[in-house]
């Protein structure tokens, strides 16, 4: 049974959100105390996180911000905040995927099923090498010139797809339908962010432009 911590402030939307879990096989773990969550999220070591953005102690940016230091819990905002700005800001913080309220329940049950999906645990040789770079998806971790850095599940899953498609031209059609089973889960932006922070990731390992564009046709390895 997946553990999913809700942090929501908000008690009509906390205990709508905890019912409908439930009701859906999973273990449903809400917030009320909002001064120490790095601490209960530490103890409960949840699947997955439904975060808001506006919260009493401090907003749901920081505190993505903060559990991406150390984890890689996924992460769906699920916010009333419906602006581009504020969207690409969470993604680019380590969101998984943001959802605005009023949601639509059927579309956010399928998006924590498919987010849930894409973080499942893969076998320890899961492993992919191409160009001095060596990606471990287990750990998830990249490596190159006796550098290591940490990767965000959407980060790997990227990756990992251009290099076991080294060589050929990737539309951005074809990797969003790849990773994410239906472009209807995320959108042109999304992809964007992942790639461009992705791209600043492998820079630090000295792997500068290892993930070309070509322009109009997609992304190269």
């Not at 999973?26 to 949840?46: C, K």
Request: aromatic share 6%; charged share 25%; with cysteine.
């Amino acid at each position: 049974m997946h553990k999913i911590m809700i942090i929501e402030d908000d008690p009509a939307v906390r205990e709508e959100l905890f019912l409908l879990l439930k009701n859906e096989g999973y273990h449903p773990i809400p917030i009320t105390a909002f001064h120490n969550i790095l601490q209960q999220v530490s103890v409960e070591s949840p699947d997955l996180i439904l975060l808001d953005l506006g919260l009493p102690s401090q907003d749901g940016l920081s505190l993505c911000a903060e559990l991406r230091r150390n984890s890689n819990i996924p992460i769906i905002f699920v916010t009333s905040h419906d602006s581009t700005a504020d969207e690409l800001m969470a993604l680019s913080m380590g969101g998984d995927d943001y959802i605005t309220k009023p949601y639509n329940i059927p579309l956010l049950l399928t998006r924590i099923k498919v987010v849930l999906r894409r973080s499942s645990p893969k076998s320890d040789s899961d492993s992919l090498e191409y160009n001095g770079l060596k990606l471990n998806s287990t750990k998830g971790t990249a490596s190159a010139n006796e550098m290591t850095i940490e990767l965000t599940r959407n980060e790997i899953q990227i990756l990992a797809y251009l290099m076991t498609h080294a060589g050929e031209i990737i539309s951005r059609t074809d990797l969003i339908e790849a990773l994410w089973d239906n472009k209807i889960y995320i959108d042109d932006n999304t992809l964007s962010v992942n790639i461009t922070r992705l791209r600043g990731k492998l820079d630090e390992l000295g792997l500068h432009d290892y993930i070309k564009t070509r322009r109009g046709l997609g992304y190269q390895i």
